[in-house]
């Protein structure tokens, strides 16, 4: 018998009853958590040491991950950010802070915890809310090109149909409709996404992952000329990725293509800057 086993095969956390009906006792359950081997997040709950922080706060708290915490465990994409999101029901009593399963949150208010008040619906495991909830509840907390991005992972990845996600747009206040309906499932990257988004905001319709003959495919191509490449938060992986950029941004403009190349720093930072240049590009008709 492997009680962290049993644990993980639970998902990471298990309920008292659960690891009496696989055969452990009181006693041994006991003696687990003195020696280490198993931790007690809070009264009738176990988890494993290997088991993530966020899953063991939120269910020391009493609830399931959601919005940014579960978009991050799932690989959608999300900036990160600190904090900790977790979906309560309603009827929801005696939540516990995120570090002592003892302390009661009212009496302890902690502002690293966000609670979204909200009934289950399609979990995507025991203890993280499903996808259709996650960007629910991001619609309601986070930045539109932040809830944006993260639908765009989740259409490219198959996770949400737009018809899904159309469903859940129209649940929302008007003001945020328009705005979450600027979804791409071509989009391959969060910054991609963000700067789309932006873009639109501008009154410019970009379009993602357009392929050019010699050249590959590029980020964005504002008309038919003017080609937006991203790098990452890194600014590359290699010293060869740096020269293969390169080699690709002159062949663009020995075919007559204009190229504007941002990093992560400056769209998240420098965002002036970044539209002033933009704009001026389509001023000046590069992109015709």
Request: proline share 3%; hydrophobic share 40%; glycine share 8%.
């Amino acid at each position: 018998m492997n009680l962290d086993a049993d644990i993980a095969d639970l998902g990471g956390l298990a309920a008292t009853h659960e690891l009496y009906a696989r055969r452990w006792t009181k006693y041994q359950l006991g003696a687990a958590v003195r020696d280490g081997t198993v931790i007690r997040v809070r009264q009738g709950w176990y988890a494993s040491p290997t088991t993530s922080e966020s899953l063991q706060q939120s269910a020391r708290i009493g609830g399931h991950l959601t919005c940014t915490t579960a978009a991050a465990a799932l690989g959608l994409w999300v900036r990160p950010l600190p904090g900790l999101h977790i979906a309560v029901s309603p009827n929801a009593a005696r939540l516990r802070t995120r570090v002592d399963k003892n302390g009661r949150l009212s009496l302890h208010p902690d502002a690293t915890i966000t609670v979204h008040w909200t009934e289950q619906h399609d979990p995507a495991t025991r203890y993280v809310a499903g996808v259709r909830q996650i960007l629910r509840d991001m619609a309601w907390c986070q930045s539109p090109e932040l809830v944006v991005g993260a639908v765009d992972s989740a259409l490219r990845a198959g996770w949400l149909s737009p018809a899904q996600w159309r469903e859940e747009v129209h649940l929302l206040p008007k003001r945020l409709r328009k705005l979450l309906l600027r979804v791409d499932a071509r989009s391959e990257s969060l910054l991609e996404s963000i700067m789309r988004f932006r873009l639109s905001m501008l009154g410019l319709a970009a379009r993602p992952q357009v392929r050019i003959a010699g050249a590959g495919r590029v980020d964005l191509m504002l008309g038919t000329r003017l080609v937006i490449e991203l790098d990452g938060w890194e600014f590359h992986s290699s010293r060869e990725q740096f020269e293969e950029d390169r080699r690709r941004d002159a062949k663009l403009a020995e075919l007559g293509y204009r190229v504007l190349r941002f990093t992560y720093r400056q769209l998240t930072r420098g965002w002036a800057r970044v539209k002033a240049a933009v704009l001026a590009c389509i001023e000046r008709g590069d992109h015709i």
